[in-house]
């Protein structure tokens, strides 16, 4: 038999003035199964809480309405009064009669007086039908997976280690750095990338909780928050770690000559490599698309010079698998290929060269040995001219988002370049100046006046050659004029443009991306870390562009949630998650489909009645529901029902008046 | 027999006219927890005031309103019907307001088709910012329903 | 349309080969041509077996029983019972292996007044769409026919449309027959019959019916496949596929989805969206 409290608020004059509160408590205790109605000026306040607290006691109260705001504000409150007098803090019900009855209509004491009255019957039909919900908890695997050894998963692999949470760190390439250790100054301090940079990959390398796997792919990814597992493919090197030191004696001497990636295919590298100077972890491997021993069986000089015997031509790709509670996807970023771009002469010019290749030129382990030169005959280039917006903030030939670094490199390679050929002048063709930053206007300042950089606010419409020179015509929209700036060389600041092999990685993780391939956040302000799958987050470019002090502070971020999803040995999560009853379910699977967090599997139970068979039904998982109730409504035979929201007292509320 | 059987119905949709005088209508609401329970939130904290016909039922989803719901509520009390939830694309579980639509189109012509006027049940888009909306969406529900009269679904007579 | 023979050797090749423990097909009452659906599980009674235009019923229906369930079934399907076959695969409900389908390249059958059925007459596609062997000549798809009743309907007033499905919901015994028919109401216990929807439906009234089939209709919205069991099923002999063909039809007309069973894997309407759906009715 219930026994219904229902606790009556005046919050002050806000119910008070506009509902007639005596009346509403008077109509109220006219409902059957309710035992014991009052009024209360502050129901939220400490004496009505306690109020509600003696209430449950001394009238043994079976579940409680508490007739007030929206149950959007206290009903967290409410409920922590209900579980402090030892009741189940699931059998409260809140009655929106401010919100939605007393503060609109203001003009109709008589009309919200009896909406009150309805609210509240609604709430305590509903409330008869409440269930006592226990707090789920789930279990949690206390690993992270780091996806993507650049700045930003060097950052949170760092960060979550630190915590002492053991971190699996997943790079594809044969070093951690990514796209940091390409460059060689940072705006807008102008301190050097590498030094910044390498002391961190040096950490990871050493730190105990991390485990670095270079020169590997996640393949698969089973599983749910807490518990997720993860195959991983470390692709063969055919080197043996273990026993090599780094010697260099193997990439001396092969005969293959490939063009560099590092350095954006400037120079070359040799089928045996490391990709740079300082990677981490600093052991090559033989590139198996290009060494002769492998394509042909003919060569053989790099395991004939390794005194360690090293070098193994038969070693095969290797699949091991982790279990992990938590994911960083930090993927990064790929440069948008400015192809589409004719008028520049991208492709015919050699001397039209992208941003990032120029970066690799001025750095001091660069490939022309920090200083900028000409493609085309290998001279310093005098005047060099920089194209702002390559691709980004162009919807016809590019892409509709605005890339965000490229105003700072630009500016820091102007003053690069002058630091590095004193007598040059950069031109930079510039649509508008973004430098939100700390510091960042001010180092556009000292690109324009200190080092003298030439800029011109408008579009270049044409590169043609004259000569052994470029000539870049363009619109000096300031003085409304067109100007042709005769130049040796043209910089492309082009795009930030998502890893290519993110949506392939999204469908394997089992997130979103946008139209793309960056990967989407569950919520742009709210929850720019998260994915919408729980466990799953993301730093770095691999959601929007950032500079580095974006990417370090979300991979903290990251870290920080990976933290908080690991503080306990379990999780706690809301009860009000979808159950099924498999006593009615006839395994149609529909819900399977509609499900927008792949939460229901199937399982097979035995038929009953002493028979062998068995028959398939649905599942939910209680650690990947959220509780839509999107499986409830379309379950036809009404197997699942939704904790908190069942049909039971959706229904109770709907015949309640 | 046949002419008997007439005599005996009283249709579902009976002229305005005669309404009792003190009918007020009844109008079931069933609001998503994340926009459009809390835009009638915000409608009440803005004060704007709006017809006090409806009453508010909360679900997690529009998704989670099973069609099955909108012929209760008729064959219950309610002289009409409000379903509201996040506009397409906000989603708080991602995809369950297309679902949701649906469902609720092949309900609202299915209803419509049996006798029963299509203003009887009504769908609205409302976020969590749109207060001022959510009065205006019930003010038209509202007056689409106090023009129409009661309900009269299969009562011999008018109970409430 | 004759198949009578053909099914009869086919059956007897399956029991002699031992390929099925029983078959489903349909046998003649001796009045008036009429037939009535026939199990089969001996070698010598398939002689009882016909297939004229006379096999109205929907033999899938019987495949969702438990006695039917583990058993190796041979029978026979129509265009529209191929459908609900089909839709049944999808949900689990049979097992493929256990199944030898005979499709018929069906031409249409007669109703109770010796005319091409309305659902014939409107059918979309008369050939089996899933087979291990089939008789007849595909004649392929149809385009979409309106359901004459519907379009009548349709323009009559507001009131009087009203009062039809009144009649219509006061006449209905709440016999559950319809339910019982039909192939795709399989749960193991149907919604109607469970205490949340008891405790207040009304049970035998106007209103009880009302909710009834609305809820049922609803349920069948995007899986109904015409096949009109239900309709020979009612003893009160209710126009039922009025509720389906006008589910059907907003369906068809909204939503650019193929209907019901015709394709393998396919849901229905219901369990799937697109973002281009109508969105107009939604202030």
């Given amino acids: 038999m219930a026994r219904v409290g229902v606790f009556v608020c005046f919050c002050g004059a806000n119910i008070g003035d506009f509902v007639d509160i005596p009346a509403v408590v008077e109509e109220t205790k006219k409902i059957k199964d309710v035992k014991y109605a009052i009024e209360y000026k502050y129901v939220c306040s400490d004496p009505g809480q306690q109020m509600i607290r003696d209430t449950i006691v001394d009238h043994r109260l079976t579940s409680i309405v508490v007739a007030a705001c929206s149950p959007r504000m206290h009903e967290k409150t409410f409920r922590k009064a209900l579980s402090d007098a030892g009741m189940n803090p699931y059998l409260l019900e809140v009655a929106n009669i401010r919100e939605h009855a007393s503060w609109v209509h203001q003009k109709d004491k008589e009309a919200a007086t009896e909406k009150s009255c309805d609210l509240i019957r609604m709430a305590v039909a509903k409330s008869i039908a409440n269930e006592q919900l226990h707090e789920i908890s789930v279990p949690v695997t206390k690993r992270a997976l780091v996806i993507g050894g650049g700045i930003a998963g060097i950052q949170a692999a760092l960060d979550i280690a630190d915590a002492r949470i053991p971190v699996t760190l997943v790079e594809k390439s044969p070093s951690i750095g990514g796209r940091m250790a390409q460059l060689d100054e940072t705006f807008p301090t102008l301190d050097c990338s590498q030094c910044i940079l390498t002391p961190r990959m040096v950490d990871v390398a050493s730190h105990p909780y991390i485990e670095l796997l270079p020169y590997s792919e996640v393949t698969e990814l089973d599983g749910y928050v807490g518990n997720y597992k993860a195959k991983i493919k470390k692709k063969a090197s055919f080197v043996n770690f273990d026993t090599c030191t780094g010697c260099g004696t193997c990439w001396q001497k092969c005969p293959v000559k490939v063009p560099n990636e590092f350095n954006m295919g400037v120079d070359k590298r040799k089928a045996i490599y490391s990709p740079f100077p300082q990677a981490v972890p600093n052991k090559p491997v033989i590139d198996a698309e290009h060494c002769t021993m492998l394509i042909k069986g003919k060569c053989g000089v790099c395991a004939k010079v390794c005194e360690k015997g090293s070098i193994d031509y038969e070693m095969k790709d290797e699949m091991i698998e982790r279990e992990i509670g938590a994911v960083v996807v930090a993927t990064g970023f790929d440069l948008w290929d400015p192809k589409p771009y004719e008028e520049y002469g991208v492709g015919r010019f050699k001397d039209v060269i992208t941003s990032l290749e120029f970066e690799r030129m001025v750095s001091a382990n660069g490939p022309t040995g920090g200083v900028p030169v000409r493609p085309s005959d290998g001279n310093v280039p005098k005047n060099v001219v920089f194209i702002k917006c390559v691709g980004s903030r162009d919807e016809a030939k590019g892409i509709e988002y605005c890339s965000k670094v490229c105003c700072m490199y630009t500016a820091k390679h102007a003053i690069l370049l002058h630091h590095k050929v004193h007598d040059s002048h950069a031109y930079v063709f510039y649509m508008d100046i973004r430098a939100a930053g700390k510091g960042y206007e001010e180092f556009v300042k000292r690109a324009q006046v200190e080092t003298g950089a030439t800029y011109l606010r408008g579009r270049v419409s044409k590169i043609y050659k004259k000569g052994d020179k470029l000539m870049v015509i363009g619109e000096d929209a300031q003085i409304g004029q067109v100007v042709e700036v005769e130049a040796d060389m043209v910089v492309l600041a082009t795009a930030i443009y998502p890893y290519k092999d993110n949506p392939d990685l999204a469908r394997l993780l089992g997130i979103s991306y946008d139209k793309y391939g960056f990967l989407s956040e569950a919520h742009p302000k709210l929850r720019p870390v998260e994915t919408a799958k729980a466990g799953i987050f993301l730093a770095g470019c691999t959601q929007a562009p950032k500079d580095i002090p974006d990417s370090v502070a979300q991979a903290s971020a990251t870290a920080a949630k990976v933290c908080a999803l690991f503080s306990g040995d379990t999780m706690k999560k809301d009860p009000m998650i979808a159950s099924v009853n498999p006593e009615f379910c006839s395994g149609c699977e529909n819900c399977v489909s509609v499900c927008p967090y792949q939460a229901i599997v199937t399982e097979e139970i035995p038929m009953g009645h002493g028979s062998e068979e068995v028959r398939t039904v649905s599942k939910i998982n209680e650690g990947v529901c959220q509780g839509c109730g999107s499986c409830v409504a379309i379950c036809r035979s009404m197997a699942i029902d939704l904790a908190g929201f069942t049909d039971m007292q959706i229904i109770n509320e709907i015949v309640a008046i | 027999m046949e002419t008997e059987l007439k005599d005996k119905i009283v249709s579902i949709e009976k002229p305005a006219i005669e309404a009792p005088p003190e009918w007020k209508p009844m109008i079931m609401g069933i609001l998503c927890n994340w926009c459009s329970y809390a835009g009638s939130d915000l409608t009440g904290t803005s004060r704007i005031q709006y017809p006090p016909d409806i009453r508010i039922i909360r679900v997690p989803c529009s998704s989670r309103v099973d069609p099955w719901f909108i012929i209760k509520s008729l064959q219950a009390h309610a002289d009409g019907v409000l379903i509201s939830g996040c506009h397409p694309g906000d989603c708080h579980y991602i995809s369950g307001n297309y679902y949701a639509r649906r469902r609720f189109l092949v309900t609202k012509k299915l209803l419509n088709f049996v006798g029963l006027h299509e203003d009887r049940v009504q769908f609205s888009w409302v976020s969590a910012a749109e207060g001022a909306k959510f009065a205006q969406v019930v003010a038209k529900v509202s007056e689409d329903i106090r023009k129409m009269g009661p309900l009269h679904l299969y009562k011999k007579e008018n109970t409430r | ?283």
């Fill in chain 3, 1 to 283: 349309m004759d198949y009578t023979m053909q099914i009869q050797d086919t059956a007897a090749r399956l029991f002699s080969e031992e390929k099925i423990d029983l078959f489903i097909g349909y046998r003649s009452t001796g009045f008036d041509n009429n037939q009535v659906p026939v199990l089969i599980h001996h070698y010598q009674d398939v002689e009882q077996l016909v297939f004229t235009d006379k096999s109205v019923f929907n033999l899938t229906n019987y495949l969702k029983y438990e006695y039917t369930r583990n058993k190796r079934v041979g029978l026979v399907v129509k265009g529209c019972d191929s459908r609900s076959l089909n839709l049944m695969l999808t949900e689990n409900q049979v097992k493929r292996e256990n199944l030898f389908i005979i499709g018929i390249a069906c031409e249409g059958v007669m109703n109770e007044q010796g005319e091409k059925a309305q659902n014939c007459v409107e059918c979309v596609m008369p050939d089996a769409v899933i087979y291990d062997e089939l008789l007849g000549a595909p004649t392929g798809q149809r385009e979409y026919q309106v359901n004459a009743d519907i379009n009548e309907l349709a323009e009559q007033p507001l009131i009087e449309r009203g009062t039809h499905f009144e009649e219509i919901f006061e006449n209905c015994i709440r016999c559950n027959a319809c339910r019982h028919s039909c192939p795709l109401c399989y749960c193991n216990k149907c919604c109607i019959d469970q205490e949340t929807s008891t405790l207040y439906q009304g049970s035998n009234t106007t209103s009880g019916a009302f909710h009834a089939l609305m809820t049922w209709s609803l349920h069948l919205a995007g899986r109904c496949v015409d096949c009109r069991n239900c309709e020979k099923a009612c003893p009160s002999h209710l126009p039922l596929h009025l509720l389906h063909k006008q589910n059907e039809q907003v369906i068809y007309e909204n939503f650019q989805e193929h209907l019901a069973g015709m394709i393998k894997d396919d849901r229905g309407a219901f369990y799937k969206y697109s973002m281009s759906d109508p969105d107009d009715f939604i202030m």
